[in-house]
């Protein structure tokens, strides 16, 4: 339970970091210069990057999830911990 805990405050130091945001700025920036540049006809192109934008977002996805798994396990202790003896 301690370990998820510790795994959730550490996904949220990483994703809350200056230089984290500061990737994911320039990522997205750079999927939306690339969308631009693509013919409407280029569907192959079209289809790599949303593969790529679809694999960044799981990847963001997989760390706020972490996130929240922590949050529940902070719960839990919390809960075990203030639960009258006998319990």
């Known amino acids: 339970m301690t370990d998820d805990i510790l795994r959730g405050q550490r996904a949220k130091s990483i994703l809350e970091d200056s230089l984290m945001i500061e990737a994911q700025e320039h990522i997205e920036a750079e999927f939306w210069r690339l969308f631009k540049t693509l013919a409407p006809a280029d569907i192959d192109g079209l289809q790599k990057l949303k593969g790529m934008q679809y694999l960044h977002e799981k990847y963001l996805a997989y760390l706020r999830s972490v996130i929240n798994n922590g949050k ?16």
Not at 72 to 87: E, F, I, N
Request: no cysteine.
């Open 72 to 87: 529940l396990a902070q719960l839990d202790l919390d809960r075990v911990q203030t639960r009258p003896r006998g319990y």
